[in-house]
C-alpha cells in the first residue's frame, strides 16, 4: 500500500483514492523546530548578509494511520522509517545526521498524533543574504506496515527568510586551565583536550589550538595559542598552559621468588641481573641489597632493589630469597645386637648412635630405650630419631636381642679322698649345687648319691644342672678310695689367646700327673685341651688319680681370650673425577669394614660420600672401630680434575657482500663457555674485523681454559659480489628540457666497486617534441647488470609572429589579390633566436571557404612589393621575411602557415579583393 500524508503539525490529512474507502490517514513524518515545537504554516528564518545561516529542523514519525486491516497505513511495531532528502530549492542546501526514524514496540496501539521520541536532524544553511526570498525542500519517507506492505510518501517544508544585522560579536572560548601531565616518553607526553567555542552562529564554531591536541609536548611548561572565528568572521584568541613533568620512577623488572635448598650454614644465591624501565630515560640500572651472589642463611631474606631515572625519581621493587633446610640429618645407627643375660632382667647394653645435618652439623639423636639401659630378655626394638633446627627429623631403629645362653653354674665338690674303711671301698659324703644367673638356684642331677660306698680306687660322680632355658651345665668329680699320696699334677701358666671369632678361641694345652708308683700320666682338665674359650677368662680345672685309685689334688689354671684386632678396612683406591663446575665435583666412593668379632662395622670417613670438593687432590680418612674399641685407619686420595675443554660458539656461516676489490671487512663475534671457569677467552683466525677475499673462507676459533684444555669452532664467511656497477650520467641532465635540435649526446660510465669501471651503454634517445626516456646499462666483471634510466622533454621551439603589416589572432587579413605580402617572424631556441633559413621546413598558402571566416574581424593589409619572394634574415630587422605573392584570384580566402622544423606552426588568414 503506498499512502502520502502531510502531518498536523503541517497540514491536514489527506483522502485516500480508494472509492468507498472513507477519510484515513497514513503514517508520515512529523517537523518541528530545534526546540521541538510543533510550527504551523512556513519557516521564517532571519538571515545575515555577511555570513551563512544555518538552522536545523527536527523530524519525528507521527502516528496517523488507519490500523486494522491487512493494507493497513499503519507503520509496522519496532520498524524503522528510511528519511531522506528528495529535492532542496537554491540556494539552500541541507544535510541529514542519520537517514532511520525508529518506531517503538506500540505504535500501533498509540493514540492518533502520537509522536516518536526518536528523530533526524535536518541541517539547512543559507549563504549571506542581502534580500528577502523563500525556498523549499522535499523529503521522502520510506517504511512499511505489519503485513510487510509499503507506506510511503513525501512531505515539503517551506521556508522565508529575511535579512538581517550581522554578527559582531566574537566567539566565546572556552579553554582547560592550564595543564600537568606526566611524561611518557623522552619526546614528553602526547596531550589531549578539549578546546570549544559556542557563539549565536555556528553554535559551536571550530576552535584552532597551537600546539594541537593529540600532539607530542615536550618536558617542561609550552603555550597552547587557541582562536575561534565564526560565521561573521570575529575572532577571540585565547591561551593555557602544558606542563609536561617526569614524576614517574622507572618500573622494575625482578625475578620471581627464589627459593633453594640450603648447602650449609650459609648458602650462595644468585639470580638474573633485574631491568628497570623508565617512560623517558629508557633503561637504568638496578642496585640490589643484599647482591646476586650474596650468602644467605636459612629463612627468608627480601631482596630490595631499586633504579633512579635522571629526573631522581626512585623506583623500587622487591623480592624473597627463601634458604629452606628440608633435608633431614643423616642418623648413624649400630646393626642389630645380641647380648647375653646377665641376670633375671636381662642386661644391660650399651651402643653408640650418631646424627650429622648439612646445616646443623652434630645433631645428638634421642633413642628409646637409652644406651645402658636394661633390655629383658627377648627381642627389643630401639627407636631414634634425629631432629635439626629447622624442624626436619630422620629416624631409624635397630634391635636388642638379650638371649640366654650361658648354663647354670654347677658346683660340685672337689675331688674326695677317703680312705677305704672296708674291702668295697668307704662310703664318701659330698654336696652338689647349681646356680644360673637367670634361674637363680637350678636343682642338679647326679649318677651318685651323697653318703654311697665307693670302691676302692676313684670314682667319678657325674652331674648335670638344665636351666629353664635348656641350658646344661655337666659337671664331675671325683670319690677316691685311697691310703697313699695322691698324684702331684702339673699345669701350665695361665694362657691369654687372641680371638678368633665372635665365639672366641681354641685353646690346646698339656697338663700332667706325677705318681711316685705309677710314674707320670696325662691328668683330666676341664675344659679340655682343644675347646672353644669365650671372650673373657675361663679357669681349667685339672684332675689325675693313679692305678691305685689315689686322687691329686685338683690344679687350676686360667685362659683368657681376649679380642684386641682391629676391623679390616676396606676403601677405594685412589681415583679421579671430573669437574661438573667451579666448585669442583661431587665425589661419591664406597667404605666398608668387617671385624672378626663384631662382623661389619659401619666407618667413619672425614669426608662424606656426596661432597662437593675443589680442583685438586684430597686425601680422604676413615676409621673403623669395633665394639672393644680396635680402631682401624686407612685413607685413599680423590682427585677433582679439569679435562673438559671449553665450549666454542661460533655464529652461523656468514655470507656478505664483497665491499671492494679485496673483497669486504666481515665483523663477527665468538665466546667460549668453560665449565669451572665460566666466559673464557676465544681467539680466531682470521679475526673479526679481517678483510677476507671474495670466496668462501673458513674461520677456526678457539678457547683455552685454565687448565690448559683447549675447545675449538669453525664456520665460514662468503663473500660474494652481486651488486651491479654503479651508473653515472654525463648527459643529458636529469629531468632536462631542452629546445628542439639541441638535446646532446647520451652518454653515461659506470664504476664497480669490485671490479672498477665497467662499460656503460645508453638506448632510447629521440630528438622528437615530448619527453622521452633513457636507459643506461652497464655490467660488471662478475656478470651483475645494472640498469639506470633519465628522462628528458625535447620542447618547441619559440614563434613570435607574423608581425605587422599581418594581423593575427583570428583576425582576417584583406588584401588585393596578386599584390605581395611580406610575412615577418622570429623563431627562438630557448633564449637564442635563429637566423639561419634552414629553421624553416616548409611555407605554405592553403585555399579555405570564404564562409568560415565571415564571423572573424577584418583588416586591410599594406601591401609592400619587394620584387621577390625568397626566404631571407633581415639582420637589421631581427626577423625573417616572406614576401608571399598572392593569387590574382578575387574574392578567395586563404590560410598561410609557416612551419618550422621542430613541425612548430604559426598561420594567418587573407582573404583577397
Given amino acids: 500500500m503506498r499512502a502520502r500524508s502531510l502531518l498536523a503539525a503541517l497540514t491536514a490529512a489527506v483522502t485516500l483514492g480508494a472509492a468507498g474507502a472513507g477519510i484515513a490517514y497514513a503514517d508520515g513524518l512529523d517537523f518541528v523546530q530545534d526546540n521541538l515545537q510543533p510550527i504551523s504554516g512556513n519557516f521564517t528564518v532571519k538571515a545575515c548578509s555577511g555570513q551563512s545561516t544555518t538552522f536545523d529542523v527536527l523530524i519525528a514519525a507521527r502516528r496517523n494511520g488507519q490500523p486494522g486491516t491487512k493494507d493497513d497505513n499503519v507503520f509496522a511495531n519496532d520498524s524503522s522509517v528510511t528519511v531522506a532528502i528528495d529535492s532542496v530549492s537554491s540556494p539552500l542546501t541541507a544535510k541529514l545526521d542519520k537517514d532511520t526514524v525508529n518506531v517503538p514496540s506500540n505504535w500501533a496501539s498509540s493514540p492518533t498524533n502520537t509522536l516518536t521520541t526518536d528523530m533526524v536532524k535536518v541541517t539547512f544553511t543559507l549563504p549571506p543574504q542581502t534580500s528577502s526570498g523563500s525556498g523549499s525542500a522535499k523529503l521522502a519517507y520510506q517504511g512499511h506496515n505489519r503485513s510487510g506492505g509499503d507506506v510511503s510518501g513525501t512531505n515539503t517544508i517551506a521556508f522565508s527568510w529575511t535579512p538581517g544585522q550581522c554578527d559582531v560579536t566574537p566567539p566565546t572560548l572556552h579553554l582547560p586551565a592550564a595543564l600537568t601531565v606526566e611524561a611518557t616518553s623522552a619526546g614528553g607526553a602526547v596531550v589531549n583536550y578539549n578546546a570549544t567555542a559556542t557563539d549565536a552562529a555556528p553554535a559551536n564554531p571550530t576552535v584552532t589550538c597551537d600546539p594541537a591536541s593529540g600532539a607530542t609536548f615536550p618536558l617542561g611548561t609550552t603555550t597552547v595559542s587557541c582562536s575561534a572565528t565564526d560565521a561573521a568572521g570575529n575572532k577571540a584568541t585565547g591561551s593555557f598552559t602544558v606542563m609536561v613533568k617526569d614524576t614517574t ?543 628528458y622533454t625535447v620542447v618547441r621551439w619559440g614563434l613570435k609572429g607574423f608581425y605587422q603589416p599581418v594581423d593575427m589572432g583570428g583576425v582576417v587579413n584583406t588584401v588585393k589579390a596578386g599584390s605581395t605580402v611580406p610575412l615577418k617572424f622570429e623563431i627562438f631556441s630557448g633564449t637564442t633566436e635563429l637566423t639561419n633559413v634552414s629553421a624553416v621546413k616548409s611555407f605554405t598558402a592553403k585555399s579555405v571557404s570564404c564562409g568560415t571566416l565571415t564571423s572573424a574581424a577584418t583588416d586591410d593589409v599594406e601591401v609592400t612589393s619587394t620584387g621577390g619572394t625568397t626566404l631571407r634574415y633581415d639582420s637589421t630587422g631581427g626577423q625573417f621575411i616572406q614576401n608571399w605573392q598572392t593569387p590574382k584570384t578575387a574574392g578567395a580566402c586563404y590560410q598561410v602557415t609557416m612551419t618550422a622544423q621542430d613541425s612548430s606552426t604559426i598561420s594567418a588568414f587573407f582573404k583577397l579583393k
Fill in 249 to 791: 620512577p622507572p618500573v622494575v623488572t625482578l625475578p620471581a621468588d627464589i627459593s633453594v635448598e640450603a648447602t650449609g650454614s650459609s648458602t650462595a644465591v644468585s639470580w638474573d641481573q633485574p631491568t628497570a624501565t623508565d617512560s623517558v630515560d629508557g633503561s637504568r640500572d638496578v642496585t640490589c641489597m643484599p647482591a646476586s651472589g650474596s650468602s644467605f642463611s636459612v629463612g627468608t631474606t627480601t631482596v630490595s632493589c631499586t633504579a633512579t631515572d635522571a629526573a631522581g625519581n626512585t623506583g623500587t621493587a622487591s623480592f624473597k630469597v627463601t634458604v629452606s633446610d628440608t633435608k633431614a640429618p643423616v642418623l648413624s645407627l649400630p646393626t642389630d645386637i645380641t647380648a647375653e643375660a646377665t641376670g633375671p632382667d636381662g642386661a644391660a647394653v650399651g651402643y653408640v648412635a650418631s646424627a650429622a645435618d648439612v646445616v646443623d652439623g652434630a645433631v645428638t639423636p634421642v633413642c628409646d630405650p637409652k644406651s645402658g639401659s636394661t633390655f629383658a630378655l627377648g627381642k627389643s626394638t630401639v627407636r631414634c630419631a634425629a631432629t635439626d633446627k629447622a624442624g626436619n627429623a630422620a629416624s631409624g631403629s635397630f634391635t636388642v636381642t638379650v638371649q640366654d645362653t650361658t648354663a647354670p653354674d654347677l658346683t660340685v665338690p672337689d675331688p674326695i679322698t677317703v680312705e677305704a674303711t672296708g674291702p668295697d671301698g668307704a662310703a664318701a659324703d659330698f654336696a652338689v649345687s647349681a646356680s644360673d644367673l637367670v634361674d637363680g638356684a637350678v636343682k642338679p642331677v647326679c649318677d651318685a648319691t651323697s653318703g654311697s660306698t665307693f670302691p676302692l680306687g676313684t670314682t667319678t660322680v657325674h652331674c648335670s644342672a638344665t636351666d629353664a632355658a635348656g641350658n646344661e651345665d655337666r659337671a664331675g668329680f671325683t670319690v677316691t678310695v685311697q691310703d697313699t699320696t695322691p698324684p702331684t699334677i702339673t699345669v701350665p701358666a695361665d694362657m691369654v689367646l687372641e680371638a678368633t671369632g665372635p665365639d672366641g678361641a681354641t685353646a690346646t694345652y698339656t697338663a700332667e700327673a706325677e705318681d711316685l708308683v705309677d710314674g707320670t700320666f696325662k691328668a683330666t682338665c676341664t675344659p679340655a685341651s682343644g675347646s672353644t674359650f669365650p671372650l673373657g677368662a675361663t679357669q681349667v680345672n685339672c684332675n689325675a688319680t693313679d692305678k691305685h685309685g689315689n686322687p691329686a689334688a685338683t690344679t687350676s689354671f686360667a685362659v683368657t681370650v681376649q679380642d684386641t684386632t682391629a676391623p679390616k678396612l676396606t676403601m677405594p683406591a685412589d681415583f679421579a673425577v671430573e669437574a661438573t663446575g667451579p666448585d669442583g665435583a661431587a665425589v661419591t666412593y664406597v667404605a666398608s669394614a668387617m671385624d672378626i668379632v663384631d662382623g661389619a662395622v659401619e666407618p667413619s670417613c672425614d669426608v662424606a660420600t656426596g661432597t662437593v670438593l675443589s680442583l685438586g687432590a684430597h686425601k680422604i680418612t676413615c676409621t673403623a672401630t669395633d665394639a672393644h674399641h680396635n680402631v682401624a685407619t686407612g685413607s685413599f686420595t680423590a682427585t677433582v680434575r679439569d679435562t673438559t675443554p671449553p665450549a666454542v660458539t661460533v655464529p652461523k656461516d656468514v655470507t656478505t657482500e664483497a665491499t671492494g676489490p679485496n673483497g669486504a671487512v666481515v665483523e663477527f663475534s665468538a665466546s667460549a663457555t668453560d665449565i669451572v671457569d665460566g666466559a673464557v677467552t676465544s681467539t680466531c683466525a682470521p679475526a673479526s674485523g679481517s678483510t677476507f677475499p671474495l670466496g668462501t673462507t673458513a674461520v677456526t676459533c678457539a678457547a683455552t681454559d685454565a687448565h690448559g684444555n683447549v675447545g675449538h669452532g669453525s664456520f665460514s664467511v662468503k663473500v660474494q659480489d652481486t651488486t651491479g656497477p654503479v651508473i653515472s650520467w654525463i648527459a643529458p641532465a636529469a629531468g632536462g628540457s631542452y629546445p628542439y635540435g639541441s638535446v646532446p649526446t647520451p652518454s653515461c660510465v659506470a664504476t664497480d666497486l669490485v671490479s672498477g669501471p665497467a662499460p656503460c651503454s645508453v638506448i632510447g634517445y629521440d630528438g622528437g617534441i615530448g619527453t622521452h626516456t633513457l636507459t643506461a646499462t652497464a655490467t660488471d666483471a662478475a656478470g651483475n647488470v645494472s640498469h639506470a634510466t633519465r628522462s
